[in-house]
């Protein structure tokens, strides 16, 4: 790639096409156009099965080795540790650990009735009413300076002090 004398970029094939191209000539906007056409979407999948293996193949189910039902029926729910993994990539806390113990804890179900929430938490002493927000407030008030020191002037380490 070299660009030429009237700024328009020449760009050297590797092997040269059929109609005998050796060369093409691209204006620099539109070098970037063609550039920017292969980057792919966000969240796109760069990975494409074509064939027996594409994901609508009839013959798919044929070649690709299926689950037994036992291995699928003993799968957790995956919902039910997902918050307790955001925890502990977070925040550094295996909520899932008992804190007695040391042992592994389960998931048994969680409690989205805020009544029944309510009496849970009055029967083990926690308050269950959230905490009140603190009023807003002014910000914090700042001392300017009269006159600011010169970014140029030199501390003498006798006085600690600006010349």
């Not at 799968?75 to 909520?95: C, M, T, Y």
């Amino acid at each position: 790639m070299s660009e030429t004398p009237a700024g328009k970029i020449l760009y050297k094939l590797k092997t040269q096409y059929s109609d005998g191209t050796t060369h093409i000539l691209f204006d620099p906007l539109e070098l970037v156009e063609k550039v920017v056409a292969l980057i792919p979407p966000p969240r796109a999948n760069l990975l494409r099965y074509h064939g027996l293996l594409a994901p609508n193949s009839k013959m798919r189910s044929k070649i690709i080795p299926q689950q037994n039902e036992e291995k699928r029926e003993k799968k957790e729910n995956p919902e039910h540790g997902k918050w307790a993994d955001l925890l502990k990539r977070s925040f550094v806390i295996d909520i899932l650990k008992c804190a007695q113990c040391g042992g592994k804890m389960r998931v048994i179900s969680t409690i989205q009735d805020p009544a029944i929430a309510k009496r849970i938490l009055e029967s083990i002493g926690i308050p269950y009413e959230p905490p009140r927000k603190a009023p807003p407030r002014a910000p914090p008030r700042q001392e300017f300076h009269v006159n600011p020191p010169d970014e140029f002037s030199q501390i003498s380490p006798e006085t600690d002090s600006f010349e």
